[in-house]
């Protein structure tokens, strides 16, 4: 007979406030709701995100771990709180857990990408706050990858990285596939409504490529302000550029404010648009609108948002590094993200109206093989299994 499982599920990071990982939180608990009606849950969030969820079924409830997960008072007293619960079973869905909690739990590791992009310039923090930091972080990754007791990982990718970096058997790693929000899928909204948008961001119809995510320097958004400024000095060759916009859909840091300042000194006003946080409601036109989807990230760990794209019937152009290969397949065009060459060849392609459908048809069947639902069921089996042992 099955037994009964007490889970809790760490959600302090819920919500689109904290981009894609508040969207893999959000959506995992959305669709759990819908599967699983016998084991109990038990949600943390913290204090900013506690209204932005209401429990949809009965054998769900919500409280709050008020500590900030990356902080030291998390590691000092959130295990406290936690043992309170006597869980069967806590899901951690980043790699930042209370190293001193000794119940059962599940790690969610999205990406390596502290460990390949360590260096100063990734960070605002002095040197030496910097490496204490990183020293931190790299303690608390390696006692979650040791003692959980499964490592669930968003594409294959990563999970090879893990295997490759750290001594772990293979069978701990379950590689559990993400997915794209249904409301990015194609909708019949009015022209009328969609003309307010594009004109409330100064853009006009397939006359832009969009990039949507943050700016830190791995995601390297320098390289297309260079593709563009390339594109610019070299407006007689390139005349079908003639008055094409870059959209960044990015919220505000300091990076932000560093990169709207090398648009000021690259003299790239007029071209590049940086938009802020955009709603979902908006961000649904403004894919449906664009001529693509470009980005030339160095690294990723899944790529929710080039799915997203081909969900909303826009062609997506990106970096061939990491995931993106895997989760895109045929439904991207691929580039170099060092050459400014091959990305201008690739916008130069997506251009042809003939190549472009190939690859809206192509992304729209891509998208198709993902979906949160899935994923759900799939980590719920990842619980059953462990409850099983």
Not at 46 to 72: A, W
Not at 194 to 210: A, C, D, I, P, S
Not at 248 to 271: A, G, H, P, Q, W
Request: proline letters at 3%; charged letters at 25%.
């Amino acid at each position: 007979m099955k037994r009964v499982m007490k889970i809790g599920i760490d959600a302090r990071f819920y919500g689109l406030k904290h981009a894609g990982l508040g969207r893999y939180v959000k959506n995992l608990i959305t669709e759990l709701e819908k599967i699983d009606f016998e084991n109990q849950y038990v949600v943390f969030l913290q204090d900013e995100n506690y209204n932005d969820y209401i429990p949809q079924g009965k054998n769900f409830s919500k409280t709050i771990l008020k500590h900030h997960p990356y902080s030291i008072k998390s590691q000092l007293f959130d295990f406290l709180e936690l043992n309170k619960y006597h869980f069967d079973l806590v899901h951690f869905p980043h790699f930042s857990y209370p190293v001193l909690y000794s119940g059962k739990f599940v790690v969610t590791i999205h990406d390596l990408i502290k460990n390949e992009f360590y260096n100063k310039g990734s960070s605002t923090r002095n040197t030496f706050i910097y490496k204490l930091k990183h020293w931190g972080y790299d303690y608390v990754l390696k006692k979650a990858l040791t003692k959980s007791q499964r490592i669930i990982t968003p594409t294959h990718y990563v999970k090879k990285e893990l295997i490759k970096n750290y001594v772990l058997a293979e069978g701990k790693i379950t590689a559990i596939y993400e997915g794209a929000e249904d409301s990015f899928r194609i909708q019949n909204l009015g022209g009328r409504i969609q003309n307010e948008v594009l004109e409330k961001y100064r853009l006009q119809k397939e006359k832009y490529l969009l990039y949507v995510g943050n700016v830190y320097p791995y995601k390297n958004v320098q390289k297309l302000l260079e593709v563009f400024a390339h594109l610019k000095s070299n407006n007689k060759k390139y005349l079908q550029f003639d008055n094409l916009k870059l959209a960044l859909v990015c919220s505000r840091s300091v990076f932000y404010d560093r990169l709207k300042e090398k648009i000021r000194e690259m003299n790239l006003e007029d071209t590049v648009f940086m938009l802020g946080f955009v709603p979902d409601s908006e961000l649904s036109i403004l894919y449906q609108n664009a001529l693509a989807y470009i980005t030339a990230t160095l690294a990723e760990g899944f790529g929710i948002t080039g799915l997203e794209a081909m969900a909303a019937s826009c062609p997506v152009i990106c970096s061939n590094k990491t995931c993106l290969p895997e989760v895109y397949g045929e439904a991207s065009l691929y580039f170099d993200p060092e050459k400014t060459a091959e990305i201008t060849n690739q916008i130069i392609k997506i251009q042809n109206s003939k190549i472009r459908k190939k690859q809206v048809e192509r992304g729209k069947k891509q998208v198709q093989r993902y979906s949160w639902a899935k994923m759900a069921t799939d980590i719920l089996k990842v619980y059953a299994q462990i409850n099983s042992n």
